[in-house]
């Protein structure tokens, strides 16, 4: 695997038909034992280049490796645990039943996969419900069990497509804290959803797709890193040298003046603290800001000249073909 990643693809391209483009020469790396996700306006691309990943879909072109073998290569896909956004399992099956199914398909023998399925159903919060009906079950419910059928092959790479879809907040939150300790615990995680905040707090590093291409891909503060500066915020006006400085603009309202500092390092403003404090100002608020992943966002989309339903969207991803 080239540079220890785990997924490193290039020119992944996919038409259906002439005139649905869904992926144009996409290329993509996920780093070994990170959080990575993947987000993009409907219709992006998102779901079908899981999909050829899973060989789901075949692509038209398509390089690169995954977990150091040719995409859909079986040896590597029997690595891999895998959460579709609209599965179906079948109703009459308990969620231990869907476990244990699923880990009778890797060939797992029956002691182990019970001791397996036992394990997860208590990881994913569903023990209590293990063996009712997946009919009874609530989209949370169902979501907890896909999560538990993805782990079941202890696998070294999991996809998650839209994994916190119809959970509530507090189920997130423990989704949450699961993806992360199965990080620390050396498993890579590949998330598709559209849930930003989401993305925001457990992801390493994130790629934008924007009509079928990945118009950004890197860390969070790699990608924010020119936006990042500080607010200053001082009890009442402003003094008059503030004007004086460059880099510094301020505003002012019934709470004091703010005052914006731009830059990336905190050396830069104590300068500035130090003059304040020698003239006894009242400094209510320090704190460093950067643009929120739904700004990046928002950036790409509006820079790759793309609106979520406006003309020459992308087809052939949610709500589209497969």
């Given at each position: 695997?080239?540079?220890?990643?785990?997924?490193?693809?290039?020119?992944?391209?996919?038409?259906?038909?002439?005139?649905?483009?869904?992926?144009?020469?996409?290329?993509?790396?996920?780093?070994?034992?990170?959080v990575?996700?993947?987000?993009?306006?409907?219709?992006?691309?998102?779901?079908?280049?899981?999909?050829?990943?899973?060989?789901?879909?075949?692509?038209?072109?398509?390089?690169?490796?995954?977990?150091?073998?040719?995409?859909?290569?079986?040896?590597?896909?029997?690595?891999?645990?895998?959460?579709?956004?609209?599965?179906?399992?079948?109703?009459?099956?308990?969620?231990?039943?869907?476990?244990?199914?699923?880990?009778?398909?890797?060939?797992?023998?029956?002691?182990?996969?019970?001791?397996?399925?036992?394990?997860?159903?208590k990881?994913?919060?569903?023990?209590?419900?293990?063996?009712?009906r997946?009919?009874?079950?609530?989209?949370?419910?169902?979501?907890?069990?896909?999560?538990?059928?993805?782990?079941?092959?202890?696998?070294?790479?999991?996809?998650?497509?839209?994994?916190?879809?119809?959970?509530?907040?507090?189920?997130?939150?423990?989704?949450r804290?699961?993806?992360?300790?199965?990080?620390?615990?050396?498993?890579?995680?590949?998330?598709?959803?559209?849930?930003?905040?989401?993305?925001?707090?457990v992801?390493?590093?994130?790629?934008?797709?924007?009509?079928?291409?990945?118009?950004?891909?890197?860390?969070?503060?790699?990608?924010?890193?020119?936006?990042?500066?500080?607010?200053?915020?001082?009890?009442?006006?402003?003094?008059?040298?503030?004007?004086?400085?460059?880099?510094?603009?301020?505003?002012?309202?019934?709470?004091?003046?703010?005052?914006?500092?731009?830059?990336?390092?905190?050396d830069?403003?104590?300068?500035?603290?130090?003059?304040?404090?020698?003239?006894?100002?009242?400094?209510?608020?320090?704190?460093?800001?950067?643009?929120?992943?739904?700004?990046?966002?928002?950036?790409?989309?509006?820079?790759?000249?793309?609106?979520?339903?406006?003309?020459?969207?992308?087809?052939?991803?949610?709500?589209?073909?497969?």
């Amino acid at each position: 695997m080239a540079n220890g990643s785990i997924i490193d693809i290039t020119d992944a391209y996919k038409a259906f038909g002439r005139n649905i483009h869904a992926l144009r020469g996409v290329d993509l790396q996920v780093d070994a034992g990170e959080v990575f996700g993947l987000l993009g306006p409907n219709g992006a691309g998102k779901s079908t280049l899981v999909k050829i990943l899973m060989t789901v879909v075949r692509p038209d072109r398509l390089g690169g490796t995954m977990l150091g073998r040719s995409p859909g290569d079986k040896r590597a896909l029997a690595k891999v645990g895998y959460l579709p956004e609209h599965h179906n399992f079948p109703s009459y099956l308990t969620g231990r039943q869907v476990i244990e199914f699923v880990a009778a398909m890797t060939g797992m023998r029956r002691q182990p996969r019970r001791r397996s399925a036992d394990r997860l159903l208590k990881r994913v919060g569903m023990w209590d419900w293990a063996d009712k009906r997946v009919k009874s079950y609530s989209k949370g419910m169902l979501q907890r069990i896909g999560l538990a059928q993805a782990l079941v092959n202890t696998p070294e790479l999991v996809l998650l497509d839209e994994p916190t879809d119809g959970v509530d907040p507090v189920g997130r939150q423990e989704i949450r804290d699961l993806l992360l300790g199965l990080r620390d615990e050396g498993m890579t995680v590949f998330i598709n959803s559209h849930l930003l905040s989401e993305l925001e707090m457990v992801c390493d590093r994130v790629a934008i797709m924007v009509k079928g291409r990945v118009a950004m891909q890197g860390t969070i503060d790699d990608l924010t890193a020119d936006s990042r500066h500080y607010e200053l915020r001082i009890h009442g006006s402003a003094p008059d040298w503030i004007d004086s400085l460059p880099d510094v603009s301020m505003q002012s309202d019934e709470h004091g003046t703010l005052l914006r500092i731009n830059g990336r390092e905190p050396d830069g403003i104590q300068t500035l603290i130090d003059r304040l404090r020698a003239e006894d100002r009242t400094i209510l608020e320090i704190r460093p800001v950067r643009d929120s992943l739904e700004a990046l966002f928002m950036r790409a989309v509006t820079e790759g000249g793309e609106g979520f339903a406006g003309p020459g969207a992308v087809v052939g991803d949610e709500g589209g073909r497969p």
